[in-house]
């Protein structure tokens, strides 16, 4: 059973980048049949697909945070990582990280979260 | 991009069915996969591609999918269902997961 982590700083100031990394135990992300992903969630509010990554490099990424948003991925730490950058106070939110099987289209092991909010 | 949309409650009173829906252009061509969050708790798969049950789930929860709108059912309601539920798709036009608004479920 595969476990995801989050781990980052849980406070970040206006305008600049946020960073978080997911550590994944149980498992190799080096040539797995997952997509790896990074969901948030604004306090009191639903839940927001930002993007996936796959271990080749490939991503995919909402629209609407494109421009602001870098996923990566370490193989040989077992880890990936998320950056938004120019970030607001509308960026506070509990983020999770969690995978997709390949082949799937649904959100298969989420991390427990991490709460980043945005204010100076 | 593709939207869903689900009503913000729905109450029931224990024993009775809770019935969820998720509304979107086209749904039934799509899977739909179903979450339960409880406050403080990540999101759990209680229903994946309209009307599966992953293993643990119990069935009471059961699911259906045709047109546009998709449906998530809580048989026989329980204290422990007080939750909020999202329903999930994968949009292919633009590579994207996009999740319902969420429906709070409110046991009386």
């Known amino acids: 059973q595969l476990q995801l982590q989050e781990s980052g700083p849980g406070l970040v100031k206006p305008s600049e980048t946020l960073s978080l990394t997911c550590t994944v135990s149980g498992g190799s992300i080096g040539g797995s049949s997952y997509y790896w992903g990074w969901i948030r969630q604004p306090p009191g509010k639903g839940l927001e697909s930002i993007g996936t990554i796959y271990y080749t490099g490939s991503t995919y990424y909402n629209p609407s945070l494109k421009s602001r948003v870098t996923i990566s991925v370490d193989t040989s730490r077992n880890q990936f990582s998320l950056r938004l950058t120019s970030v607001t106070a509308a960026d506070t939110a509990v983020y999770y990280c969690a995978n997709v099987k390949e082949g799937s289209t649904l959100f298969d092991s989420w991390g427990k979260g991490t709460l980043v909010t945005v204010s100076s | ?108």
């Open chain 2, 1 to 108: 991009s593709y939207v869903l949309t689900q009503p913000p409650s729905v109450s029931v009173a224990p024993g009775q069915t809770a019935t969820i829906t998720c509304g979107g252009n086209d749904i039934g061509s799509k899977s739909v996969h179903w979450y339960q969050q409880k406050p403080g708790q990540a999101p759990v798969l209680v229903v994946r591609y309209d009307g599966d049950r992953p293993s643990g789930i119990p069935e009471r929860f059961s699911g259906s999918n045709s047109g546009n709108r998709a449906t998530l059912i809580i048989s026989r309601v329980d204290a422990g269902d007080e939750a909020d539920y999202y329903c999930q798709v994968w949009d292919r036009t633009t590579d994207h997961y996009v999740f319902g608004p969420g429906t709070t479920v409110t046991v009386l």
